[in-house]
Each structure stands twice: as structure tokens, then as C-alpha cells.
């Protein structure tokens, strides 16, 4: 476990949209909770297909963003009885956003940050923003690689670093959640950091976090190629510069062995 006197007091929060340095709104601990970020060394168009479009005529992955400053998430559409209830912004600051996986009328079937990973949930298309992204993230834990397709068209690929066998990273489907940005470039968390909508399958908490995984960059690239962390994705901080750069939040992750 990487010590927290090793950080500055404070990480930044990437805002959508924005390169430029942001007000600081994360504690170090919340972005060391992030599991393993460090380790010892028409309305119908889409609607029967995951993430498909949310409008007619539109293609790639549904985003939505939360409007107001929280939101009932129904356990079926047009129902009343409540899964959750879920503040925005988020725990580290960021705008709520979640996946888009089917459409019925004016409510939207979402991928929900919650355990168990894999949830999903029900909210209007009134108390959200809609967006799409035709980028998606491939994640094979076995090969150690990472791909990144728009549309059909690969990319961006590399080397990753993943799980170790006690704390292995969950397979599964996934998205971007918040965008940090470490304050030291030259840190074991890299120069970004991507939360993501799951959760470690064997930790129940980490660092006084609820465990949740992310993608980062590293300081020690010898380190990919290997499983070398607690359940977290680590990719070189190329990489991961490219995706902050290019990948909006609420892009789709799929992670597979």
C-alpha cells in the first residue's frame, strides 16, 4: 500500500470539457480508496441492445447526466418503488452520469454504480442530459492488453498491469465515473486516473473506500505486463493521457479474461 504522506493534500478533479486546472474538491484518501490504485511493489431505436443510441438516428453508447442534485432510480420503468437514490454530483465531486442500456418510452435503463457490479436501474429522460460516444474500452485481463475502439476502428492499444490472484480485477461491464488528476505527475497513480463503475469482488473496503476500481496511469512501467495491484486497471501514462484527452465520462468498459 503506497503511503498517503507520499501526496499532496489534494488531487483535482478533471471537469468535462476542461484541461484547464480545476478548483480541488477530492480528499487524498478518496482517490487512494480507488481499489488498488496502488499495490505492494426513436425512443425504441437501441433499446434491445446494450448501450445502444438513445435518440433515432443517433449511434454509439448512451451517456446521461444527472440535472438535479439527486435522483431515484426505479427498479423498473414507469415504476414506483425506488432501488436507490443517488447524490450529484458524486462522492468525489463529479457530475452523475451513468450508462444508457435500453430504452421504454421516456425512461432509460442504466448501468448503475453500485455493488453488485453489474446493476442497473430505471430513471427518466427528463431528469437527465443525453449524450453518445462512439468509444468504448476493451480490457483483457489474461493478455494484459487494452484496446480502445470508435465504432469498428481500433484506435489506441497497450499494456496494462491488473489484479493480483488474491484481489483479481472483476470481469464485467463497466464505465468511466470521474476523471482525477494525481498532484504528482511522477506518483505511483500516474498522471490520470479514471473511476469506474465497479467494485473490487473480494475487498469490501479499501483505504476507507467502498473499493471501487479504476484505471491509472503508473510511475513504474516495468509493472505492466504483470498483475501486480489490488484490482485496479494500470496502463502506461501515455496511455492514459490519450484517454483522458480523447474518452468522455460515461464511456463503456468491458473487462474479460
Known amino acids: 500500500m503506497v503511503p498517503m504522506r507520499r501526496f499532496p493534500p489534494l488531487p483535482r478533479l478533471i471537469r468535462p470539457g476542461s484541461r484547464a486546472a480545476p478548483p480541488p474538491v477530492a480528499t487524498v484518501a478518496l482517490l487512494v480508496a ?38 431515484d432510480i426505479r427498479t423498473e420503468a414507469g415504476g414506483d418503488e425506488v432501488l436507490d437514490t443517488l447524490a450529484n454530483p458524486n462522492e468525489l465531486g463529479a457530475e452523475r452520469t451513468f450508462l444508457v442500456e435500453s430504452v421504454d418510452g421516456e425512461w432509460l435503463e442504466v448501468l448503475l454504480p453500485i455493488r453488485p457490479n453489474g446493476s ?21 485481463v489474461t493478455a494484459f492488453e487494452f484496446t480502445v475502439l470508435e465504432g469498428a ?15 483479481p ?14 498532484p504528482d505527475p511522477e506518483g505511483p497513480y500516474g498522471l490520470y486516473a479514471f473511476g469506474l463503475s465497479g467494485f473490487s469482488e473480494t475487498l469490501e473496503t479499501f ?42 465520462i460515461g464511456t463503456p468498459v468491458e473487462i474479460s479474461a
Open 34 to 71: 480507488l481499489t488498488a490504485c496502488s499495490s505492494p511493489a426513436s425512443d425504441e431505436a437501441g433499446g434491445d441492445s446494450p448501450a445502444g443510441p438513445v435518440e433515432a438516428g443517433v449511434t454509439g453508447a448512451g451517456i446521461v447526466t444527472v440535472i438535479g442534485d439527486s435522483i
Open 207 to 248: 483505504a476507507g473506500g467502498p473499493g471501487q476500481l479504476a484505471v491509472h496511469g503508473t510511475n513504474d512501467e516495468e509493472a505492466l505486463g504483470r498483475q501486480v495491484s489490488h484490482g485496479c486497471i494500470r496502463v502506461a501514462n501515455e496511455d492514459i493521457t490519450w484517454m483522458a484527452e480523447n474518452l468522455p
Open 120 to 140: 442497473t436501474g430505471w430513471v427518466r429522460k427528463d431528469e437527465v442530459t443525453l449524450t453518445n460516444t462512439d468509444y468504448r474500452v476493451e480490457i483483457d
Open 169 to 182: 480485477t472483476p470481469e464485467g461491464r463497466y464505465y468511466f465515473t470521474e476523471l482525477l488528476q494525481p
Open 153 to 167: 476502428e481500433e484506435v489506441r492499444s497497450g499494456v496494462i498491469g491488473t489484479g493480483e490472484s488474491e484481489t
